[in-house]
């Protein structure tokens, strides 16, 4: 049983910072790449990071370029988001994602999310 288990998530000011963390369970992660998303209320879900799980290389939507950073544990299983200079536009339901393809920047190629945490950025 896979499992993807987000925490980190809550309610912060506009400016501050959270990292949210991804714990991976069930399989080996080594072929595949590891992505965060976000869902805000009555929006589509939107690709944030992606990281690559053996070389590390990483892709970042244009929208949190300068502020958000994708990393991973291997030794752990376990993927960071660290969010500086938050804005309440980011404001979201946060889920984390295994694909198996060479990247995890579509939703349509994820094989498997995390249940997902809520990150609220007040003005």
């Known amino acids: 049983q896979v499992q993807l288990v987000e925490s980190g998530g809550g309610l912060v000011q506009a400016g501050g910072s959270l990292r949210l963390s991804c714990a991976a369970s069930?399989?080996?992660?080594?072929?595949?790449?590891m992505g965060w998303f976000r869902q805000a209320p009555g929006k589509v879900r939107e690709f944030v990071a992606d990281?690559?799980?053996?070389?590390?290389?990483?892709y970042r939507a244009d929208s949190v370029k300068g502020r958000f950073t994708i990393s991973r544990d291997n030794s752990k299983n376990t993927v960071y988001l660290q969010m500086n200079s938050l804005k309440p536009e980011d404001t979201a339901v946060y889920y984390c994602a295994a694909a198996r393809s060479r990247r995890a920047t579509m939703a349509s190629e994820i094989d498997y999310w995390g249940q997902g945490t809520q990150v609220t950025v007040s003005s």
């Open positions: 990281i690559t799980w053996i070389s590390g290389s990483t």
């Open positions: 069930g399989r080996t992660f080594s072929n595949y790449a």
